[in-house]
């Protein structure tokens, strides 16, 4: 059987100096012109504005001391390919910090759970506003554990003064510069791993999540990064031990990247990894599941995350059949409102459908399923899906469908799949619109929040 498989970076055009002076010199832009803004308002520049103007200028005045030989050598290839990612990252943390509301996000419950875990315990201080599960005089956080963990250093220097907000844009930028990485992995000119990594940081509610910082987005977005490095894994060097240490890490991250496991599998068995090779998968699992276990059997006596269960009201069915229409409503069709006052579009506090935020997403859909990579691919962002759509609630209070983020990294790779190397003009009108309506709901919620 012949198996068509995305080719790799060798012989692709790779990023040139001129593209990560682009990317820095965007940062630079950014800040000056947030900056602006912010005086103009009487804001005030966060830590994060000053650090990426610093780290874009540096990274800048360095990369005109460098010069790309001719021939290119192998070397050469690899340094741009480098200082491109970090352009890539130090623009989109600029891009963040620039565009966040605040540095500071009341719904910090990860901080309060690395606090905890420092002191040797795994209750958390709750006050009223930071969901909750409460087993008799012992508050537990209701989300997974993995950014938790992530912050822990910082909560070892800082305390509770450990600053989530800055956690979850540093983590946002990172997720824009993997997923330029992951891009790289596939034959696309630099035009196409441009247009697509805007879209991925900037046209999709992976902003709006990352600037605001808050519980559940942190969660949300900090499952991205781990995914995109198993995927990025997975089509270069498929070595299954390291895509099995990320793809378990992902899961602590949003559990329902579990079931995607064995998507993995398939892709790295028809990468021609065999079968005993993909045992190698298995070590990461189970050094995460253990994690996992533990963490549960000392706050709830159980082999599950049983926070939500306690948290929500006795007797409520958190999955079944009866929350398909309203998650499947939420997901495809749940639209914006009109009234008569300005700016007389706005978004709904339930939400509002993937494709009314990020129409680029529908490209998911040029690739064709015959391809077995693809039919995969599109099958682990379906799974991955499915549980949200079954769940009791559909994550109100939100600016589009944040209980899909994790999903993201697979449609982002269908994209791919279906740019014929250069990003065709329907793909940068769709890019571009999807970018001006994550704007929109970025500037709505912080200067007229999001109406009932």
């Known amino acids: 059987m012949s198996i068509e498989l995305p080719e790799s970076q060798d012989g692709a055009l790779g990023p040139s100096l001129a593209t990560s002076r682009g990317f820095l010199a965007a940062a630079v832009v950014f800040v000056v012109v947030g900056y602006a803004v912010i005086i103009w308002h009487g804001w005030h520049l966060t830590r994060l504005d000053w650090i990426a103007a610093i780290l874009a200028s540096g990274a800048l005045a360095y990369s005109f001391r460098l010069v790309d030989p001719v021939p290119m050598t192998a070397d050469a290839v690899k340094r741009d390919e480098m200082l491109s990612q970090v352009a890539v990252f130090v623009a989109f943390l600029a891009f963040y910090a620039i565009t966040a509301g605040s540095d500071v996000s009341p719904f910090n419950a990860h901080v309060r759970q690395a606090f905890a875990l420092i002191h040797g315990h795994t209750y958390i201080d709750a006050p009223n506003y930071i969901e909750h599960a409460q087993v008799g005089q012992y508050s537990y956080q209701l989300h997974p554990l993995l950014p938790s963990l992530l ?104 559990y329902d990247l579990a079931f995607v496991w064995p998507i993995y599998l398939a892709l790295l068995f028809i990468r021609g990894r065999r079968v005993r090779e993909l045992m190698w998968f298995i070590p990461g699992c189970v050094a995460v599941g253990a994690v996992y276990v533990t963490f549960n059997e000392i706050r709830y006596q159980s082999l599950f995350d049983r926070g939500v269960f306690i948290f929500a009201e006795p007797g409520s069915h958190l999955f079944g059949w009866e929350h398909f229409p309203g998650n499947f409503y939420t997901l495809f069709f749940m639209t914006t409102r009109l009234d008569g006052t300005f700016p007389y579009i706005h978004p709904t506090f339930g939400g509002q459908a993937l494709i009314l935020t990020s129409p680029a997403f529908i490209l998911a859909l040029r690739p064709s399923v015959r391809r077995i990579q693809t039919a995969l691919v599109g099958l682990a962002a379906l799974i991955a899906m499915t549980p949200s759509l079954f769940y009791f609630t559909n994550g109100f209070a939100q600016y589009g ?44 919620e912080r200067f007229y929040g999001l109406p009932v």
């Open 401 to 444: 469908t944040r209980h899909y983020l994790h999903t993201f990294p697979f449609l982002l790779l269908l994209m791919a799949f279906g740019v014929h190397r250069r990003a065709d003009q329907l793909t940068r009108i769709l890019i571009v619109v999807s970018v001006l309506m994550i704007a929109f709901g970025v500037w709505h």
């Open 151 to 254: 912050l822990m250093p910082f909560a070892a220097i800082w305390g509770m003064n450990t600053n989530q907000a800055i956690f979850s844009i540093v983590v946002g930028a990172l997720d824009a510069a993997l997923a330029w990485r992951l891009l790289g992995r596939l034959r696309l000119t630099v035009n196409a791993r441009t247009w697509l990594t805007v879209f991925f940081g900037a046209g999709t509610i992976v902003w709006y999540e990352t600037v605001h910082g808050t519980s559940w987005g942190v969660s949300m977005v900090g499952a991205i990064a781990p995914t995109l490095i198993a995927l990025d894994e997975t089509f270069s060097k498929a070595r299954p031990a390291n895509v099995g240490i990320f793809a378990a890490l992902a899961a602590l991250a949003r």
